[in-house]
T-cell receptor, first 113, second 118 residues
Framework: NAGVTQTPKFQVLKTGQSMTLQCAQD?????MSWYRQDPGMGLRLIHY???????DQGEVPNGYNVSRSTTEDFPLRLLSAAPSQTSVYFC????????????FGSGTQLSVL | AQTVTQSQPEMSVQEAETVTLSCTYD???????LFWYKQPPSRQMILVIR??????QNATENRFSVNFQKAAKSFSLKISDSQLGDAAMYFC???????????????FGKGTKLSVKP
């Protein structure tokens, strides 16, 4: 049972480059979400999804796009990376009726130069 | 909007001693969850303990317990018999409820870095 898998674990980008952070879960969870963690800021919600084809914005959505074409996958896209997007990104998932039992991925450390 | 405040950026405890981490929150909801997460240097987010607001009894998980004061909107974490492996960042978090839409999304405090001295 793999749980929540995030790839890559580390990434360095140049300003203006695009990339996709991958998140996959094998627990058939309806709810998936992306958080970013900055020093001294805790984790902040970027986007979330309550099922395939349904996405919504969190607290800090600017500069990020998401889509949810399958239950298993919830990729996070940076269309034009900026230094302000240097952060650690976490994906998390749960059953819709069990949001209190959230499973986190191991995170992606992203640096934008 | 709901907020979570952790007023102690750093704490230190001697091995085998007890330490309490503070957390306060602000909400107008009556039904919600509160959490403490541990983040060691591996950066994995590990759920330490969870409290349901409608339950008056404080949650306990082995050496970890909480003091939940609903009226005061306070949710402190007590670590007894501290061990070297307890050294980590600790985050307090809030979620409104299980049902629908944005409800259930976690709101985190800024964290407390706990050091354990041998």
């Amino acid at each position: 049972n793999a749980g929540v898998t995030q790839t890559p674990k580390f990434q360095v980008l140049k300003t203006g480059q695009s990339m996709t952070l991958q998140c996959a879960q094998d627990m058939n969870h309806e709810y998936m979400s992306w958080y970013r963690q900055d020093p001294g800021m805790g984790l902040r919600l970027i986007h979330y999804s309550v099922g395939a084809g349904i996405t919504d914005q969190g607290e800090v959505p600017n500069g990020y796009n998401v889509s949810r074409s399958t239950t298993e996958d919830f990729p996070l896209r940076l269309l034009s990376a900026a230094p302000s997007q240097t952060s650690v990104y976490f994906c998390a998932s749960s059953y819709l009726g069990q949001r209190e039992k959230l499973f986190f991925g191991s995170g992606t450390q992203l640096s934008v130069l | 909007a709901q907020t979570v405040t952790q007023s102690q950026p750093e704490m230190s405890v001697q091995e085998a001693e007890t330490v309490t981490l503070s957390c306060t929150y602000d909400t107008s909801e009556s039904d919600y969850y509160l959490f403490w997460y541990k983040q060691p240097p591996s950066r994995q987010m590990i759920l330490v303990i969870r409290q349901e607001a409608y339950k008056q009894q404080n949650a306990t998980e082995n050496r970890f317990s909480v003091n939940f004061q609903k009226a005061a909107k306070s949710f402190s974490l007590k670590i007894s018999d501290s061990q070297l492996g307890d050294a980590a960042m600790y985050f307090c978090a809030y979620s409104r409820s299980n049902y629908g839409g944005s409800q259930g999304n976690l709101i985190f405090g800024k964290g407390t870095k706990l050091s354990v001295k041998p």
